[in-house]
């Protein structure tokens, strides 16, 4: 029954918190190491931990949706399945518990994976917040056009609004055939002109023509408005907690 336990929460985790694969890896092994020790040195569930903790950490790499996280889960599981599966047959095969211990191990080893994904989306949260990271989980929530800054901005600057989606789909192509993270790239196109709200009227995409309140200021007054905006947007996503 230890291999029903959630031993690929830990790697996935870290996965979602950590872009860096050699670290993912480090954690994988190191858990690994330290649950042998716990149990007299088990071979068999330091590889399962290892293989599949893997396993659930690739699966969530660069994620998309929520259900990637719950995929990875499945995906670890029928890893660990499939590894206890093998073990067991190396280890107790033609024995009188071998048949006994497949039937049991098999599925906790399935189990294990299920209840990985779902410790890790209750604890993503909390560590998020903890450690003020941004995770792609968290990025899926601000990728919500219903998002209250999100709202704000299509009334009162609806040219602004519409410039970041267009960026925002740009960016999401260029990031993709780069390698980099498309669904931060898109994120952070909708997001970096909310400081625009503050002014719509002095920006030209949300001007009517003829109407631009530059021409009644000076072109001192008029820079200083224009450059506020990137102070204004760092104060507003602050104040909304989008994360570095």
Same mark, same amino acid.
């Given at each position: 029954?230890?291999?029903?336990?959630?031993?690929?929460?830990?790697?996935?985790?870290?996965?979602?918190?950590?872009?860096?694969?050699?670290?993912?890896?480090?954690?994988? %092994?190191?858990?690994?190491?330290?649950?042998?020790?716990?149990?007299?040195?088990?071979?068999?569930?330091?590889?399962?931990?290892?293989?599949?903790?893997?396993?659930?950490?690739?699966?969530?790499?660069?994620?998309?949706?929520?259900?990637?996280?719950?995929?990875?889960?499945?995906?670890?599981?029928?890893?660990?399945?499939?590894?206890?599966?093998?073990?067991?047959?190396?280890?107790?095969?033609?024995?009188?518990?071998?048949?006994?211990?497949?039937?049991?191990?098999?599925?906790?080893?399935?189990?294990?994976? %299920?209840?990985?994904?779902?410790?890790?989306?209750?604890?993503?949260?909390?560590?998020?917040? %903890?450690?003020?990271?941004?995770?792609?989980?968290?990025?899926?929530?601000?990728?919500?056009?219903?998002?209250?800054?999100?709202?704000?901005?299509?009334?009162?600057?609806?040219?602004?609004?519409?410039?970041?989606?267009?960026?925002?789909?740009?960016?999401?192509?260029?990031?993709?055939?780069?390698?980099?993270?498309?669904?931060?790239?898109?994120?952070?196109?909708?997001?970096?002109?909310?400081?625009?709200?503050?002014?719509?009227?002095?920006? %030209?995409?949300?001007?009517?023509?003829?109407?631009?309140?530059?021409?009644?200021?000076?072109?001192?007054?008029?820079?200083?408005?224009?450059?506020?905006?990137?102070?204004?947007?760092?104060?507003?996503?602050?104040?909304?907690?989008?994360?570095?």
């Amino acid at each position: 029954l230890l291999f029903s336990a959630p031993l690929a929460a830990g790697p996935m985790l870290v996965g979602l918190l950590v872009m860096s694969g050699e670290l993912v890896w480090g954690f994988a %092994i190191f858990q690994a190491v330290v649950l042998g020790l716990m149990l007299d040195m088990k071979f068999s569930l330091m590889l399962v931990a290892i293989v599949g903790g893997l396993a659930a950490a690739r699966g969530v790499y660069g994620c998309k949706t929520r259900n990637d996280i719950y995929k990875a889960g499945l995906r670890a599981g029928l890893v660990n399945a499939l590894l206890i599966a093998f073990v067991l047959t190396v280890e107790r095969f033609g024995e009188a518990q071998y048949v006994r211990q497949m039937v049991w191990g098999v599925p906790a080893g399935f189990l294990s994976g %299920i209840l990985s994904s779902l410790v890790a989306m209750m604890l993503i949260p909390l560590l998020e917040t %903890i450690f003020n990271c941004t995770t792609d989980v968290k990025l899926l929530e601000l990728s919500n056009l219903n998002h209250p800054l999100l709202k704000e901005m299509v009334v009162k600057a609806p040219g602004t609004y519409h410039h970041s989606l267009v960026v925002g789909s740009m960016v999401e192509s260029a990031a993709e055939e780069i390698g980099a993270n498309p669904l931060l790239a898109k994120v952070m196109s909708y997001y970096h002109d909310i400081g625009k709200t503050e002014h719509a009227a002095y920006f %030209i995409e949300n001007q009517k023509p003829g109407q631009n309140p530059h021409d009644h200021l000076s072109p001192h007054m008029s820079k200083t408005i224009l450059i506020a905006h990137v102070k204004d947007g760092v104060e507003l996503g602050l104040q909304h907690k989008l994360g570095k």
